[in-house]
Nanobody
Framework: EVQLVESGGGLVQPGGSLRLSCAAS????????MSWVRQAPGEDPDWISA????????FYDNSVKGRFAISRDNAKNTLFLQMNSLKPDDTAVYYC?????????RGQGTQVTVAS
């Protein structure tokens, strides 16, 4: 059974930073591309970042490019998202997703709220 457990969300002031983690189990993490998707209340999910299984090829949506950094530790079956220079518009529930794109198995999400 695929399990993805996100953590690291919280309340942060504008300009602050957070590091999200996603612990994966139940599938071959090291062979899987992985993504981050976020969803604000009342809006469709946004695919914001992805990383190929080898960890070299990465994708960033323009809305987060230069501020967010995706990485992975295949030895620990863990996906990360370092988020810097956070803005109120980054407020959303963040999900890790198995695969390259917004559609795939995902966890329960972690709430990120950016407010002063």
């Amino acid at each position: 059974e695929v399990q993805l457990v996100e953590s690291g969300g919280g309340l942060v002031q504008p300009g602050g930073s957070l590091r999200l983690s996603c612990a994966a189990s139940g599938f071959s993490f090291g062979s899987s591309d992985m993504s981050w998707v976020r969803q604000a209340p009342g809006e469709d999910p946004d695919w914001i970042s992805a990383i190929r299984s080898g960890g070299v090829v990465k994708f960033y949506d323009n809305s987060v490019k230069g501020r967010f950094a995706i990485s992975r530790d295949n030895a620990k079956n863990t996906l990360f998202l370092q988020m810097n220079s956070l803005k109120p518009d980054d407020t959303a529930v963040y999900y890790c997703v198995r695969g390259w794109g917004p559609v795939g198995s995902r966890g329960q999400g972690t709430q990120v709220t950016v407010a002063s």
